[in-house]
């Protein structure tokens, strides 16, 4: 897909009195997402349960992220980073990721995340990171030059 550049700028600000949450298959696929994960990605609810999670994925973040996150949960362990998120209005989103298991009776069910807002020194510094991590990886870039 294209994507008009302008259209990458515009950021919603998370807020830090309530918690982002959504919860997936063992696949990824959507199967919960609470009020403020719709309203801060611009998705409905029934629009989300139909997608994999990846529906949110920013062009920016570098595909290794999500490779340790996944073979982290394969790990049962509780995986936590920093992620940026695209909006459905081609927006974006930072926030701080929980991610881990759902268990019941013992059994691997679901996986969840809880995410919170992190600062704008936070933010930059991964930006940075993601970017330097992308262009080592030979993956797309931004046209971003850092002074
Ligand atoms: C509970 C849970 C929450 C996730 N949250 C996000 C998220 O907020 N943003 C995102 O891009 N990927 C998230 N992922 C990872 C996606 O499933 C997916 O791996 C990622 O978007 C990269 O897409 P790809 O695997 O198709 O390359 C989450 C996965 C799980 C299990």
């Known amino acids: 897909m294209e994507y008009n550049e302008s259209e ?14 959504s919860r997936t298959d063992l696949k990824g696929n959507i199967t919960y997402a609470n009020e403020l994960f719709c309203e801060i990605s611009g998705y409905t609810l029934e ?3 139909t997608k994999s999670h990846n529906v949110v994925r920013h062009p920016d973040m570098p595909h290794s992220i999500y ?18 998120n695209l909006r459905k209005d081609r927006g974006f ?14 059994e691997l069910v679901e996986y969840k995340s809880l995410r919170a ?3 704008y020194g936070e933010k930059l510094q991964h930006q940075k990171l993601y970017d330097k991590i992308r262009k080592e990886n030979g ?5 971003v030059v850092y002074e």
């Open 8 to 21: 990458f700028l515009i950021e919603t600000k998370v807020p830090s009195d309530e918690v982002i949450i």
């Open 47 to 49: 629009e989300l349960l």
């Open 67 to 84: 490779k340790d996150l996944w073979q982290t949960l394969k790990d049962e362990k509780q995986w936590v980073g920093v992620v940026k």
């Open 93 to 106: 989103y930072w926030v701080k990721a929980i991610v881990s298991g759902v268990y019941k009776d013992g």
């Open 117 to 119: 807002p992190i600062s």
């Open 139 to 143: 993956e797309k870039s931004r046209r």
